[in-house]
Nanobody, 124 residues
Framework: QLQLLESGGGLVEAGGSLRLSCAAS????????MGWFRQAPGKEREFVAA????????EYADSVKGRFTFSRDNAKNTVYLQMNSLKPEDTAVYYC?????????????????WGQGTQVTVSS
């Protein structure tokens, strides 16, 4: 089993920044591509970003492209989501996820492991 634990969420004003972290334990972290998803109240879970095993390839949802940056440190078994220029519509619970593939995916069902989530609230 791979355990994932998110941290770094909180309350921030519009235009501000937050950095989310997701620490992994239990298996060889570098074997997994990672993803970030988010779910706002009353809405379906949506894709935010994905990163390959090595960190050399990333992809982003159009809604966050240019504002969010996904990175990983395999030596620390941790991925990071740097979120800048936050907007009220970014308010959601953010989840990290892992899949045993070279590349990430925008499809939630393709991830086998999930964290518990961290709340991000952006005030206007």
């Amino acid at each position: 089993q791979l355990q994932l634990l998110e941290s770094g969420g909180g309350l921030v004003e519009a235009g501000g920044s937050l950095r989310l972290s997701c620490a992994a334990s239990g298996r060889t972290f570098s074997s997994y591509a990672m993803g970030w998803f988010r779910q706002a109240p009353g809405k379906e879970r949506e894709f935010v970003a994905a990163i390959s095993r090595t960190g050399g390839y990333t992809e982003y949802a159009d809604s966050v492209k240019g504002r969010f940056t996904f990175s990983r440190d395999n030596a620390k078994n941790t991925v990071y989501l740097q979120m800048n220029s936050l907007k009220p519509e970014d308010t959601a619970v953010y989840y990290c996820a892992a899949r045993d593939r070279l590349y990430g995916s925008s499809r939630a069902h393709e991830y086998a492991y999930w964290g518990q989530g961290t709340q991000v609230t952006v005030s206007s």
